[in-house]
């Protein structure tokens, strides 16, 4: 193992670093990385080596091989150097150097070794290695270098920042084994050293033990390393560099007041978030680049703004107006300073901003409040006063001095000046009730009253409440207000409560005395009531009577007439016995329907309600009116349901029923059609009777179910009376249903609705009250 060379040639790197103050309690690290020596300087002083082989330790002359290998290699870092292909992405870089150098030196394998330190233990990779015959190839890790002493006596002397070169024969453990798998007899390290410590090594591997490693291709390689070394370094720094730009931007952030920095001209050059967005700015870049003259409002201050600044070498808690993107006015308070550079040359402003609009307008709304404070005491005529008792006065406001009639050119009042313009019967109460409440420390509310001219006075109310401040009894504090208006209202409210008492007492003498008539009225209504249902009962009665003595004769007129009529061939004869039969049967019918709906009013109704069938009950309606729609070539459709089924009495369905499709079937043109359908709609049923007959206006819609009403002439026909509708709706009123009509017009059909309930309530059959 030979030591090699001295770094007395070696190129030389300077890094320096300089802080300047940011933000007033951050520094910012400012890298400055310089190479000295350009390309073309370290290809002289490498041709100057060669020139003078007196000078060379391990060859005495070079030939022209070596010397175009050496032209190479230099033309190799001028290009590096020159086009700072290191700036970016430096250890990708390494892999391209590492292949055109083990080109150039016609080696078998050239690597790059990256050794890091965790934990006081050391890491080596082998990141990139590349083969003359393969190519790149997959480097190895070394482990448990700390048990290596070959190799970690080679660390120590490349930490000298001396090239090593190893033959194969010389060494032992990781390097020999490495050596021996790669079939190489020498080999050369380069370490890459960065602030005295090692961090990376080139290495290039020969396949004979016998190449003679020239002075001047050691410095090259020497160089080649410095390069790269800058090149990562500056690389680390910036990435360095970039992540505390990163940080400080996201610091200023954070910040929940504005952050700027302006240069010397006073163009905002750095701002943070909160500031773009008080400004009402959508990005960095739209506000980045402004005067701040353009945003302070109005721009004529900016000069005496900044001759403050400048003044003062910066202000605190100034106030100013900033003009927002949208030219409102934000007012503000600034804190801001000079900064500059480490030759002390001005650099510009930066500072801090807080948007105080909101306590500019609680401070305007706070000296509002205080002048409307002071109106509304004018108003209520009352005022505000504190009482020190070490001193014995009063601190009052304005209003205090006219209530008690002290001019206030006197700017104070004491306790006396209250006692001497206290009416005289009130004097002792004022002397006992305040100063007792101050030794005491308790609430106090009483009133009083001040004396005036021309034997008059007012009355005063005074409250207040203890003054302690750190458990200690300073005094007390309250209002004091005039009460004259209210004391006024308060004597004529008890004048009027006394009056109002009296009304009152004629008022239940008189509330006495309609109770009585009330009482008396409600027995006489009572009495007539069972005077009228008595009546009504004889009604009915009489009604039934005379209805069943009409009735009796007109039944064999009935059957007798017919007979007569049959025997008779004379036509006269027969055509007035056909003209009486029918006013007989008529009559009997008419009587027939008085009865029934006497029935219907009585007050007194019982009904056989049980479980009917609506599909069976219509179909004999139907069948009772054969004879009639055999002549009119009617046709009777009947949809219903065979299960709908309600409770009600037989007799009452065909009442409703019978009348509601006789109509129908009475009224419809021959060879007409007569539609009876039903549905349920959950608790009722509602049955629909439609026909496309003669119709009804609608003037006579309203009248339709009414006593004795009969429409048009169309149905003004014997035997029609006026009287069927009227009782189909008192029995469906019975039940608790509704029945409804529509028509649009003379020939344009009726329809009958009968909403019917599947239980109604009908299990009392005596009704009670009228109807």
């Known amino acids: 193992m030979h030591n090699t060379l001295n770094d007395k040639q070696s190129n030389h790197l300077l890094v320096s670093g300089s802080f300047r103050n940011l933000l007033g309690f951050t520094n910012r690290l400012i890298f400055k990385i310089t190479i000295f020596k350009s390309g073309e300087q370290v290809v002289s002083d490498i041709n100057k080596i060669t020139r003078n082989p007196e000078k060379q330790e391990l060859s005495e002359d070079m030939s022209s091989h070596d010397q175009t290998e050496i032209t190479t290699l230099l033309k190799l870092i001028l290009e590096i150097t020159g086009s700072h292909v290191l700036d970016y992405h430096p250890e990708e870089r390494i892999q391209q150097i590492i292949s055109r150098v083990g080109k150039v030196m016609n080696i078998r394998y050239s690597s790059f070794l990256d050794i890091q330190t965790e934990f006081e233990k050391i890491k080596i990779r082998e990141k990139y290695l590349w083969s ?24 120590l002397q490349l930490q000298k920042h001396h090239p090593i070169i190893i033959k194969q024969n010389d060494t032992s453990g990781i390097i020999n084994e490495l050596m021996r798998e790669r079939q190489s007899g020498s080999m050369i390290m380069v370490p890459l050293i960065h602030n005295n410590i090692i961090s990376g090594i080139l290495v290039f591997f020969n396949e004979s033990d016998t190449r003679s490693w020239i002075h001047t291709e050691i410095t090259t390689l020497k160089i080649l390393a410095s390069v790269i070394e800058t090149g990562i370094s500056k690389k680390q720094i910036e990435d360095i560099l970039k992540r505390s730009e ?15 920095m302006t240069d010397k001209s006073g163009f905002l050059k750095t701002v943070n978030r909160s500031m773009v967005k008080t400004l009402g700015y959508e990005t960095f870049h739209d506000l980045e680049g402004i005067s701040f003259e353009n945003i302070i409002h109005p721009p004529e201050y900016w000069p005496i703004f900044l001759s403050d600044i400048i003044s003062n070498e910066g202000v605190k808690d100034y106030e100013i107006q900033l003009l927002t993107s949208d030219n409102h006015i934000l007012y503000s308070s600034i804190s801001c300073r000079l900064i500059y550079d480490d030759e002390g040359m001005l650099q510009g402003i930066e500072g801090v901003i807080r948007d105080i609009s909101r306590r500019k307008q609680y401070g305007d709304l706070l000296s509002d409040i205080e002048w409307k404070l002071e109106e509304a005491q004018k108003i209520a005529r009352m005022g505000v006063w504190s009482y020190d008792s070490s001193l014995n006065l009063f601190r009052v406001s304005p209003e205090v001095f006219t209530l008690l009639g002290i001019p206030a050119e006197q700017n104070y009042v004491n306790l006396e000046d209250f006692i001497q313009r206290s009416y005289p019967q009130d004097k002792e109460k004022l002397q006992k009730y305040f100063p007792n409440a101050l030794k005491l420390g308790s609430d106090f509310d009483f009133e009083f009253r001040v004396s005036l ?37 308060e004597k004529h409210l008890m004048k009027y409560a006394t009056e109002l008492e009296q009304k009152t007492l004629e008022l239940d003498a008189m509330r006495t005395q309609l109770l009585d008539m009330n009482r008396e009225l409600d027995i006489r209504v009572r009495r007539r009531t069972i005077q009228i249902e008595e009546l009504l009962k004889q009604k009915d009665e009489f009604i039934q009577l005379i209805g069943h003595d009409i009735k009796t004769p007109l039944t064999p007129l009935v059957a007798i007439l017919p007979y007569i009529r049959k025997k008779v061939s004379d036509p006269e004869i027969g055509e007035l016995l056909d003209n009486s039969i029918e006013d007989v049967a ?17 007050l007194y109704m019982i009904s056989d309600i049980q479980e009917i069938a609506i599909w069976e009950m219509v179909n004999q309606v139907i069948s009772d009116n054969a004879y009639l729609i055999h002549q009119k070539s009617l046709e009777i ?15 009452h369905f065909e009442t ?13 043109f021959i060879e007409g059609k007569v539609t009876i359908q039903a549905q349920d709609i959950g608790d009722s049923i509602v049955i629909t009777i439609e026909d496309i007959g003669i119709g009804i206006e609608k003037e006579h819609i309203t009248r ?19 009287l069927g509708l009227a009782i189909a709706k008192r029995v469906v009123e019975i039940y608790s249903g509704k029945i409804s009509v529509f028509s649009d017009g003379a020939g344009k059909g009726t329809t009958f609705q009968v909403q019917l309930n599947k239980n109604p309530d009908v299990n009392i059959k005596r009704k009670s009250g009228l109807l």
């Open 132 to 155: 003359n015959k393969y190519g790149y190839l997959i480097g190895s890790d070394f482990d448990n270098i700390e048990t290596d002493p070959c190799f970690m006596t080679l660390l």
């Open 246 to 260: 990163k940080k400080f931007q996201g610091l200023i952030d954070q910040i929940g007041d504005m952050y700027f």
């Open 453 to 489: 001219q021309e034997r008059k006075f007012k009355y005063l109310r005074i409250k207040g409440k203890p003054l302690i401040k750190k458990g200690i009894k300073q005094g007390s504090f309250g209002i004091l207000q005039d009460i004259t208006e209210r004391k006024d209202v």
């Open 586 to 602: 008529t009559i009997r019918k008419l009587v027939s329907k008085i009865l029934e709906l006497a029935q219907m009013n009585s």
């Open 637 to 651: 459709i009947n949809i219903i349901p065979k299960n709908y089924k309600i409770m009600m009495s037989p007799m």
């Open 656 to 668: 409703v029923a019978g009348n509601l499709i006789g109509n129908a079937i009475k009224y419809s």
């Open 704 to 722: 339709i179910f009414d006593e004795f009403y009969r429409a048009d002439n169309s149905r003004h026909e014997r035997g029609s009376h006026g």
